[in-house]
Structures are given as structure tokens and as C-alpha cells.
């Protein structure tokens, strides 16, 4: 792994269903954090994570949950999806919050 | 209003054209950064910058905190440059993000 990764490229999901976006970095980062990126809007934090362990709350947290068991690892989760959802879902890190940050490839969702 | 705003929302330039892309924001911040993100949809960080002027390559970055504005320029532009440009402000340790400026050098 080189960087910061995110699976899985992109996904249609039904709405209803449980959906785990994945995100692993290997720069042994502190922060991590979760963003989707919607036409005409800027980047919004969904949540965010300032080390293992922790996690918060960002601007538009509903209907998404996360977790960090270790450094590497911040997955994000859609308990039931809604077609609301249907977005490109950013993963990135930053050595602490406020430093700057590195992008993953994004992951393209599409909830049906 | 948003707390990011960049200027213009969409920007066509002939290769070679000096390029200039602005962001105004309404925040007290630590830092701005400057992100390029190609078709395809990467994201990839050109500036962090509290303070004055950074240059690499053929890109600029300026702030001016008084007036809470920056802007990225892009000497002899080319069709690679082609991307949306993003605007982001630390604030209170959250990124706020400008919703882009979609850049195209055409040949």
C-alpha cells in the first residue's frame, strides 16, 4: 500500500441495504476523516477521527457511522441507505487534525 | 452564503494564457490550501499557506489575511492543468471547503 487507499471503486447499492466503505492508510497518520463531494458543493465532513480510538462528529454526520480500531483502518458505514446518499465518498489523513491532508481515490455511490 | 467562495465557477483558457482562480472566505482560519482534482475525480494537495506567497513550478499561491482572500494563478497555462481547482480554510481544525472552479486549457 502506497498512500491512502479506499474500496471499493464504486458501488449500486438498493436503498435499505448496509454498506461499508473501506479506508486504509499506511503513513501511520493520526487524523483521518471521511467527506462526500456532491455536484456544486464543496467537499462536506461527514466524520472525523483525531486518533485511534476516537472519533467525531463533522457537518453532515446522519445516517453514517464509523470506527477506529487502529491507525490504519477508518471505515464508513450506511446502516440503511437512502437514495440521498448517492455521492463520491472521499477518505483522507493528515499527520494531526489541522495538518494537511491526503486524499484516497474516492469511492462513487449510487443508492437505487 | 457559503464560507468559501471561489471565482470564477468555471474558466476556459487558450495554452499559455496566465490563469488566475480566486477564493474568498469568511472564517477565522489557520491555513488555506489549494487542491487540484483531475477527471477521474483524485484530489491532490498544490498549497498549504498561512501567509504570503508560495510558488512551485508554473503555480502561485497568494493570501492576503487582511482582506481574507487568495489566489492561485498558473503561468504559460497548458491542457494538463485542465482540473477543478479547490479552495479549503482550516478553521477551528474542520476543512470548509469552496465548491471548485472548473479549469480547461484548450491546445
Known amino acids: 500500500i502506497a498512500g491512502i487507499t479506499q474500496a471499493p471503486t464504486s458501488q449500486i447499492l438498493a436503498a435499505g441495504r448496509r454498506m461499508t466503505l473501506r479506508c486504509t492508510q499506511d503513513?501511520?497518520?493520526?487524523?483521518m476523516y471521511w467527506y462526500r463531494q456532491d455536484l456544486g458543493l464543496g467537499l462536506r465532513l461527514i466524520h472525523y477521527s483525531n486518533t485511534a480510538g476516537t472519533t467525531g462528529k463533522g457537518e453532515v454526520p446522519d445516517g453514517y457511522s464509523v470506527s477506529r480500531a487502529n491507525t490504519d483502518d477508518f471505515p464508513l458505514t450506511l446502516a440503511s441507505a437512502v437514495p440521498s446518499q448517492t455521492s463520491v465518498y472521499f477518505c483522507a489523513s493528515s499527520l494531526d487534525r489541522g495538518d494537511e491532508q491526503y486524499f484516497g481515490p474516492g469511492t462513487r455511490l449510487t443508492v437505487t | 452564503k457559503n464560507e468559501v467562495e471561489q471565482s470564477p465557477q468555471n474558466l476556459t483558457a487558450q495554452e499559455g494564457e496566465f490563469i488566475t482562480i480566486n477564493c474568498s472566505y469568511s472564517v477565522g482560519i489557520s491555513a488555506l490550501h489549494w487542491l487540484q482534482q483531475h477527471p477521474g475525480g483524485g484530489i491532490v494537495s498544490l498549497f498549504m499557506l498561512s501567509s504570503g506567497k508560495k510558488k512551485h513550478g508554473r503555480l502561485i499561491a497568494t493570501i492576503n489575511i487582511q482582506e481574507k482572500h487568495s489566489s492561485l494563478h498558473i503561468t504559460a497555462s497548458h491542457p494538463r492543468d485542465s482540473a477543478v481547482y479547490i479552495c479549503?480554510?482550516?478553521?477551528?481544525?474542520?476543512?470548509?471547503f469552496g465548491a471548485g472552479t472548473r479549469l480547461t486549457v484548450k491546445p
Open positions: 503513513m501511520r497518520h493520526n487524523a
Open positions: 479549503a480554510v482550516n478553521n477551528n481544525n474542520d476543512m470548509r
